[in-house]
């Protein structure tokens, strides 16, 4: 867990702002432990009234606190069990929120409108590769930098965008914190 929070806050950047997407869907759990933050700067990102049940399984935005104590539950129950991904951004919940809101849906070659789960490291690690540049433009908008789950839990992956262009990079993170995909 550490090691993740050191990858989202490297050394030197403890001020730096870190966003994740919590999946509430992939786990009960994620939607209560947002709940017992009692996140102030929290938001759903679909908009208008919603289900309970709606409510419980939607994407949140939530500003994640190098020393909070559901940040490190967030990472020790998420990582390795698809909850979300972390955006670092210098922006304001408001404006973030606004900007992933226009990924929300897509159009299949049909002409049909999709939810696009980008939320979802299973989705963005394989999407992100794809995407020219103005699709990363359109994508990344006010982030700088996307971090999730590599597919081997052991890695961290963080993808930012320089001159137009897709960099990756892998950082191996211990059997200690990538442990928690067999639910340790």
């Known amino acids: 867990m550490e090691d993740v929070k050191n990858c989202l806050w490297p050394e030197g950047r403890t001020r730096r702002t870190v966003w994740m997407i919590v999946d509430a869907a992939r786990d009960r759990r994620a939607y209560r432990l947002l709940l017992e933050g009692y996140y102030s700067d929290r938001a759903c990102l679909f908009s208008g009234p919603l289900t309970p049940e709606m409510e419980l ?12 104590s559901v940040t490190d539950k967030l990472i020790r129950h998420g990582w390795g069990n698809s909850w979300g991904v972390f955006l670092a951004a210098e922006v304001s919940l408001p404006a973030l929120r606004r900007h992933l809101r ?7 070659q ?3 409108r999709l939810l ?3 939320w979802d490291p299973r989705v963005l690690r394989v999407f992100l590769p794809t995407c020219r ?8 908008g006010p ?6 789950e590599a597919e081997d839990t052991r890695q ?9 262009e897709l960099r990756r990079t ?3 993170v211990p059997a200690r914190a990538a442990g928690h995909a067999t639910g340790t």
């Not at 226009?102 to 299949?108: E, G, K, N, R, W």
């Not at 961290?156 to 137009?164: A, D, I, K, Q, Y």
Request: charged letters at 20%.
């Open 102 to 108: 226009t990924l929300l849906m897509v159009q299949d």
């Open 170 to 172: 892998a950082t191996p």
């Open 133 to 140: 540049e103005g699709e990363l433009r359109q994508l990344f």
């Open 57 to 68: 399984a939607s994407p949140y935005l939530v500003q994640l606190h190098p020393e909070g």
């Open 110 to 112: 049909s002409g049909r």
């Open 143 to 148: 982030v700088d930098q996307i971090l999730l």
């Open 116 to 118: 696009f789960r980008y």
């Open 156 to 164: 961290l992956l963080s993808f930012t965008v320089h001159r137009g």
